[in-house]
């Protein structure tokens, strides 16, 4: 029988799920989920360490957590539940989850057109750039943030900005296989990167930008802060890797053509 | 009645803590086997309950155990590590994506905890053979500094991780007492009820080993096989608890200490009162951490500091 | 019963004890004379095993002491420090009560109420170790080795720190215990006097040496001893002919 | 020698250690403000080995007062909540950041971290003067609760937060020596240098309330005076250095033991050797985390531990 | 110099010190004695500050010693204590040196050398205070209340565990450094001869209360001495007329 009742443990989780069309069959999220526009009212769950009977009061046929989550998945075996778990760790694992997510909910179609569509946009994107040899360094942290020290956290290549970075013809100022490290002060400035990017979860007032381009004085010696090619992309979205990587996807190519020489 | 206080108090909670949760239960549909809150009160509750009783005792037990052995008011059953290589094994556990094993089973964490520990143990038993003359301040030091190593270990990990993955080493960090029927408990009770078991027959030994272990040795005391049979058994016990529900240190500190300062320190009644108060505070704790937040629970090892510390200063800074 | 042979012991290249035999008499009362230093205290604790020494042989009767377990050895041997350290916060009868350690609850021997009673702690037995006062502890220390049952018990200059009246009962009481529990004493002392007096046989340290080991009759005249401890003896002697050195 | 091998070492250190880290440097360039290699040798290599030489001296130093006035081998300069107060300090302007960021950004997560410590602080001298008859160790075991609080507080923190933002926090506390320019250190050494001067200055007090507090007294020692003042300078200093570096535990535990076992219990020795072993080792292990991964940086609290416990367990279990 | 004036005590409801009142005369040699448990120590631990009482007077000359901070005191006051914690491993030099905590290093009256080689400590000066034997470490601690340089000491106990010679010299030690230095002693002992002999005046303390002040001339009888210690005293002399209570 097909699946009614669905608990999602993640933002990109419900995000992808409200993107298919399948609010309807959600009757949990966690608390950094947004609620779904349609303005009904989804329980939730607690954050991203539920409470076990909380679930089950919900009485779900199937509960979707990110592949970390291994006790909530074991304790929901134990208990009877139907379980999935999801990766999204790069472009291709997030393209996969959209297959994962629509195969189970039985709205497969609207899945494989979810990924057709985001990577046709992403590459008619990309025809927009040409290569300019610019190294890009996208930083997850604010220096304005770590008092008198420099260890900005980087999203390198592997990373799924490093994937869209370099779909848009961009290139990576730092190569690892790790998808975030933190960056010792010699080594950003041995990349010395053109632009900078900042990403946040919440939106930056231009008072606060000022401050982190202030910040960055200190490391007059980067063509970035020399060129004043120090970027923002603060919204709420940037950070969740589900559907809504359409949205990031412009955001970069925005702050891409903008550098642009 | 100041006596039996605490036995009596963490009986109580044994029978009306499952009675209060996230959601309200009535009484007649725990006897329905159909019905869902039978399943909520005897397979989820009821077992956690139990987990919270057993846990709290053992680490009562343990704390009071370590804190005669080393002579030390800081010692508890994790400050020689144990706590620290279970949570590296997990730390490990959660990097390695085990391939090979596809039903995500919290047995193997539990293992990887375990395995943690027994490093940590047989690094200090074999310090504890090789050097025969070293008081037992120097193993306690030693200790102390492998744990150290393990929590630098930890962090390495944690540097190498994804923020999510981070994140979930510190959710385990903080402890549950999440459980799913009794099986869990069935694992570790070798490990708890014989270590309980060797606790309560060598009170009299930490009595003597409390004082001055000259004093010990002249009195019969066999010094080096009690100290090693005590170590092991809270070790075990320990490892045991923390890799089935985290590192909750607070207990094995504090309420030993507690009870010291209540009961006086003759480990023959020092024994029950710590396990019984021990075991109810956990409950409590625990209770308070289901029905307090509107939604989730919180961890177990927020509540425990933030109920007993108060209490603790209390008992501590009382005029006398 | 007890027998040292060739016991040597030296801390790196201090002699403390060098060479030290002797054996005891069942149920007899050897005194242990000798300066700060001599390193009696030392001999005690090779005897009841708390400091370990491969060379020598101890034995009690036929059986190895340095072989035995703590337990084993506790059940021969009592044992009453001259310095403890800081306590925990027992209560004298508690205190006391762990003493019986050794042995089960069915076989023990002495009542623990009777010895309380003839050391005169029961007005105390209430009372923490740490306030107790000097003579106090010693007196407490004193009666947990009575109670601990052993038939060989080792004094440390168990009465230093006695006031005169308490100092003759404890001597008295040790002379009772003797004959009364057939008990074996070994008790160091600087008191010489309570020695002579009470000693069936004076072993004397000095310098780590074993040099003098007889009765005590042989020191009465105050000679020996004077040269031993240099320092000069005066002899009186009380109405009933008693001697005493000062 | 044996005696100034320590200050030698630290000496060393101070003038080896920048010449080495992630990329190599040409002694010309360094003379040569043009040159990229001058910034990193005069702004970034020169003050963090300062910054990792005082850091590791004030800790050593720290640690080493603490052991004495406690007299409790596990005393360390965070064990009475310190480190606790700052990282709560820095969890909570983690998740509250965004709305007060402004000029003044850069040092307010000092300001945070260093107001945790104070709160601490107070509490700890609020017992102390309201309970004068309570001996240091009730002290010690208020701290250490005191400390519990702090951890549940970050957890349940860490339990409302965002994965990114849990993440934030775990690297916070693995501590990180990097800064660029001087005023860090600027800011701190009004913190520090009183507290080394202190400390110097009660050498003698140090040795006499190790030994024993009543005898301190009779000789005396102004008990609860010295005790506030130790108390105060310590914690003041690593809260200065907790709020720049992060919780750098290892060090102030380790290097006095290290120290006391080789030159012995007196102050008037072990306050120079902790002090110059304290700076030689936290430079060296600074340089071993610049240098030894091809990318990134170790955290410096890995390296202490890792570097330090074997010496550590070395030096108590050797041979005597 | 030293004032007492209304000491009482007493803790919970047991009373350990009731109204005693004495002065000390500057130069003088008092002997507080009394049966164990009279209070004896806890009489010393208040004068010297260690327990706090807001009600009584203790004056030392015209300054009260309970309103002076502990290196006021320390610098009027040294005390020797009954029994000692374990301490750290200092070396017994280094131990007697932090004697001298309350004086500036210029203001050192007293040569530490030469107060080694009075109590006998010269051959063991660098051995660490652990390894010592009960009567070095006596020898010790009263070497280290020399080296205070206070102008009054307080003794408890500090002949108990010495041997005969020690003993001696000890007492004649605290006689000629008191003439010599000008000290004051007041010293708690079970050594009645030691301090009938040596003692300008003698305090007696029994259950809690201090019943007899007077010279020691008074007491050579032994009457009185038999009634509070309850034992019977012989009182013996020696050839030159010398008495002992034995
Ligand atoms: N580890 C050591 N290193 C050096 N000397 C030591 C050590 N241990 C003990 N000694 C010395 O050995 C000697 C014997 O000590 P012991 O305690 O046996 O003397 P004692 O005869 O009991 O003296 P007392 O009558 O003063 O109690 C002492 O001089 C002591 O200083
Ligand atoms: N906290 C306490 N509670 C009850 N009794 C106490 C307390 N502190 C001390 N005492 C009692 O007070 C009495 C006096 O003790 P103190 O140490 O002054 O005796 P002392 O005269 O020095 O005896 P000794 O000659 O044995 O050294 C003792 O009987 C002791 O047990
Ligand atoms: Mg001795
Ligand atoms: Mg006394």
């Known amino acids: 029988e097909p699946i009614q009742r669905i608990i999602s443990l993640a933002p990109s989780i419900t995000d992808t799920l409200y993107t298919l069309g399948v609010e309807h069959k959600l009757v949990g999220i966690t608390s950094f989920c947004p609620q779904p526009k349609s303005g009904r009212k989804i329980v939730s769950v607690g954050n991203m360490n539920p409470s076990l009977e909380a679930l089950l009061v919900l009485k779900p046929d199937l509960v979707i957590t990110l592949h970390s989550d291994k006790r909530t998945l074991d304790n929901l075996k134990k208990?009877?539940?139907?379980?999935?778990?999801?990766?999204?760790?790069?472009?291709?694992?997030?393209?996969?989850?959209?297959?994962?997510?629509?195969?189970?909910?039985?709205?497969?179609?609207?899945?494989?057109?979810?990924?057709?569509?985001?990577?046709?946009?992403?590459?008619?994107?990309?025809?927009?750039?040409?290569d300019t040899q610019q190294k890009t360094l996208i930083l997850i942290s604010r220096l304005s943030s770590s008092p008198g020290k420099i260890a900005p956290w980087a999203a390198s290549n592997k990373s799924f900005y490093g994937e869209i970075l370099s779909g848009l013809k961009g290139h990576s100022a730092i190569t690892s296989d790790k998808c975030f490290y933190q960056l010792s002060a010699e080594e950003l400035i041995q990349s010395n990167p053109d632009i900078i990017i900042i990403l946040g979860p919440i939106a930056l007032s231009k008072k606060a930008q000022d401050a982190e381009i202030k910040a960055w004085q200190i490391l007059s010696s980067l063509s970035a802060v020399r060129k004043q090619e120090i970027h923002f992309i603060t919204n709420a979205h940037i950070m969740i890797p589900g559907p809504k990587i359409q949205e990031s996807m412009k955001d970069f190519s925005k702050v891409l053509q903008q550098a642009s020489p | 009645m100041k006596n039996s206080l605490p036995c009596i108090l963490s009986l109580i909670a044994l029978i009306f803590c499952p009675l209060y949760g996230f959601s309200e239960i009535d009484i007649e549909n725990i006897f329905n086997p159909q019905h869902q809150q039978y399943f909520i009160f005897w397979e989820l509750r009821m077992p956690r309950i139990i987990l919270c009783w057993i846990c709290g005792a053992g680490l009562a037990i343990g704390g009071m155990a370590f804190q005669a052995l080393f002579r030390n008011e800081l010692a508890s059953p994790f400050t020689l590590g144990i706590s620290g290589g279970a949570a590296l094994g997990v730390a490990i556990l959660t990097m390695v994506e085990i391939q090979i094993i596809n039903e995500y089973s919290s047995i193997i964490y539990s293992l990887a905890a375990f395995l943690g520990c027994l490093i940590a143990i047989s690094f200090i038993l074999l310090l504890h053979r090789l050097r025969p003359n070293s008081p037992i301040s120097d193993l306690l030091l030693g200790g102390v500094a492998l744990s150290f190593i393990f929590n630098s270990l930890i962090l390495f990990i944690q540097y190498m991780a994804r923020p999510d993955d981070i994140a979930r080493m510190v959710y385990w960090m903080m402890g549950s007492m999440q459980i799913v029927g009794y099986k869990p408990l069935l694992y570790i009770s070798p490990l708890i009820l014989p270590a309980i078991l060797i606790i309560y027959s060598l009170r009299k030994e930490l009595d003597l080993l409390f004082s001055c272990e000259q004093l010990a040795a002249t009195r019969g005391v066999q010094i080096r096989k009690n100290q090693r049979l005590i170590f092991l058994a809270v070790s075990l016990m320990s490892a045991g608890l923390v890799s089935l529900c985290g590192p909750i240190g607070f207990v094995g500190l504090v309420v030993p200490h507690i009870c010291r300062r209540i009961y006086g320190p003759g480990h023959k009644t020092l024994f029950w009162q710590s396990l019984f108060f021990g075991a109810f505070f956990l409950c409590f704790c625990d209770l308070l951490c289901r029905v307090l937040p509107s939604q989730g629970e919180l961890p177990i090892g927020i509540m425990t500091a933030l109920i007993g510390t108060p209490f603790f200063i209390y008992i501590i800074f009382k005029k006398r | 019963m007890l027998t040292v042979d060739k016991l040597s012991y030296s801390v790196g290249n201090k002699t403390i004890l060098a060479d030290i035999n002797f054996d005891l008499q069942h149920n007899s009362l050897t005194c242990i004379l000798g300066p700060n230093g001599a390193g009696k205290t030392s001999l005690l604790k090779q005897i009841c095993g708390l400091s370990k020494n491969k060379s020598a042989t101890i034995k009690f009767g036929d059986e190895d002491l340095l072989a035995m377990t703590e337990l084993q050895r506790?059940?021969?041997?009592?044992?009453?420090?001259?310095?403890?350290?800081?306590?925990?916060?027992?209560?004298?009868?508690?205190?006391?009560?762990?003493?019986?350690?050794?042995?089960?609850?069915?076989?023990?021997?002495?009542?623990?109420?009777?010895?309380?009673?003839?050391?005169?702690?029961?007005?105390?037995?209430?009372?923490?170790?740490?306030?107790?006062?000097?003579?106090?502890?010693?007196?407490?220390?004193?009666?947990?080795?009575?109670?601990?049952?052993s038939p060989l018990i080792l004094l440390d200059e168990v009465t230093a720190g006695l006031d005169p009246a308490h100092h003759d009962s404890i001597c008295q009481l040790i002379h009772k215990t003797k004959e009364l529990h057939k008990l074996t004493y070994l008790w160091v002392t600087h008191d010489i006097n309570a020695a002579l007096r009470y000693a069936d046989r004076i072993l004397i340290l000095k310098n780590s040496k074993l040099i003098f080991d007889d009765t005590p009759d042989a020191l009465k005249n105050g000679i020996l001893l004077s040269e031993i401890f240099e320092k000069e003896f005066k002899v009186l002697s009380d109405e009933q002919g008693q001697k005493y050195l000062i």
């Open chain 3, 74 to 149: 506790a059940a021969l041997i009592a044992y009453v420090p001259q310095k403890t350290s800081s306590l925990p916060d027992f209560s004298v009868r508690e205190f006391i009560q762990q003493a019986s350690y050794c042995h089960s609850a069915k076989t023990l021997p002495i009542d623990l109420d009777a010895i309380l009673l003839t050391c005169e702690l029961k007005t105390i037995e209430k009372q923490s170790l740490s306030t107790l006062s000097g003579g106090e502890m010693q007196r407490v220390l004193f009666a947990s080795s009575l109670y601990q049952a």
């Open chain 1, 79 to 130: 208990a009877g539940v139907r379980t999935l778990s999801i990766r999204n760790q790069s472009l291709a694992s997030i393209y996969d989850s959209y297959i994962k997510l629509g195969g189970i909910c039985g709205v497969d179609k609207a899945a494989l057109k979810l990924r057709s569509q985001t990577k046709e946009k992403f590459a008619k994107l990309a025809t927009t750039h040409q």
